[in-house]
């Protein structure tokens, strides 16, 4: 099971750091990632992180502002967003796959998502 959160309001330009913790299992084997649905809109890939060597990826639109990591200690995954923008309000699900891949088909596990509100 994954359990994402730490959402929550902030205004443009602030940050939050999002937490995605496992029970039950661990990443060892797995990446982890992070998706985004706006309302109206469909899961839109965020950034995602193999667990083992921590290899990274991004969306082009993330990029820069924020940072996926991980810490093995506490099997939790988490989601820095530095420089918060009022497009970036979205629903964020923490997900886990095999792949480092941008589709939604990729991930098999899907924590339940954790509400960012940025206001302008």
């Known amino acids: 099971q994954l359990q994402a959160s730490g959402g929550g309001l902030v205004q443009a330009g602030g940050s939050l750091r999002l937490p995605c913790a496992a029970s039950?299992?661990?990443?060892?084997?797995?990446?982890i990632g992070w998706f985004r649905q706006a309302p109206g809109k469909e899961h839109v890939f965020v950034a995602t992180?193999?667990?083992?060597?921590?290899?990274?990826r991004y969306a082009d639109s993330v990029e820069g502002r924020f940072t996926i990591s991980r810490d093995n200690a506490k099997n939790t995954a988490y989601l820095q967003m530095n420089n918060l923008k009022p497009e970036d309000t979205a629903v964020y699900f923490c997900?886990?796959?095999?792949?480092?891949?941008?589709?939604?088909?990729?991930?098999?596990?899907w924590g339940q998502g954790t509400q960012v509100t940025v206001s302008s």
């Open positions: 997900v886990a796959g095999a792949y480092m891949k941008s589709d939604r088909g990729a991930y098999s596990f």
């Open positions: 039950g299992r661990t990443f060892e084997d797995a990446v």
């Open positions: 992180i193999r667990w083992i060597g921590g290899r990274t």
